[in-house]
């Protein structure tokens, strides 16, 4: 096999390998492998090559919980809509689940990565999410789990929150995903196959 079908081999084994991951064990990845995840995150492409993302690394346990414990109670108040991935495939309940005083929403996960936009920009989002995919990917290719919590989202951008944790008031966090040892092994996901809207030749 030349070097360049391998590297794309191992490419796709990244990408179909990497799953959502909600149990981990305690110990927390060291600060040297977070520093490559954030490395892998701003390879990613960027519009006008901008590069508006900022990182908040949370591995306070006690600050995780505070802010498990907001989001819940905001959630359970909000109309927010039921249907995330799969939390709706697996039939889970979320007012059922986000009443459970035991429910973590950061599933006790030590590290919780959040990127963040730095100010406005129309494509800021776009750019902060592709960079939570190469970090994503990136941990998988190292053998840690990670999984993206958007029940986070609203929390994380309370300004108090914010301030709280470095976010600029004209920045927001983006896409928070926590990363860690996977307990066992994620359960395979499957995909329906790309839906081929349109194809003119
Ligand atoms: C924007 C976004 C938000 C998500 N929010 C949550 C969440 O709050 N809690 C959770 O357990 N999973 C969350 N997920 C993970 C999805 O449920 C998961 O990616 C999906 O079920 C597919 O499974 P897979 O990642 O293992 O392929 C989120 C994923 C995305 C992309």
């Given amino acids: 096999m030349s070097d360049h079908l391998l590297s794309e081999f191992d490419a796709l084994r990244v990408i179909y390998h990497r799953r959502a991951v909600r149990a981990y064990a305690p110990e927390q990845p060291a600060e040297a492998e977070i520093r490559e995840l954030l490395g892998a995150a701003v390879q990613a492409p960027t519009a006008m090559h901008l590069e508006p993302w900022g990182f908040v690394v949370v591995q306070d346990r006690a600050l995780l919980k505070r802010l498990s ?106 896409a928070p995903i926590i990363v860690g040892s996977p307990r066992a092994e994620a359960a395979p996901v499957g995909r329906k196959a790309p839906v081929i809207l349109g194809w003119r030749k």
Avoid: Q
């Fill in 69 to 174: 414990d907001r989001a819940k109670a905001m959630l359970l108040k909000s109309d927010f809509a039921v249907g995330w991935g799969s939390a709706a495939a697996h039939k889970h309940d979320h007012p059922k689940m986000l009443s459970d005083p035991a429910f973590n929403i950061f599933y006790d996960a030590g590290t919780l990565i959040a990127i963040c936009r730095r100010g406005a920009g129309a494509f800021a989002d776009a750019d902060c999410w592709l960079a939570a995919e190469n970090l994503m990917l990136a941990a998988t290719a190292k053998g840690l789990g990670t999984c993206c919590i958007g029940f986070a989202v609203g929390v994380l951008n309370e300004p108090d929150v914010k301030r709280e944790l470095g976010i600029p008031a004209e920045g927001a966090a983006v």
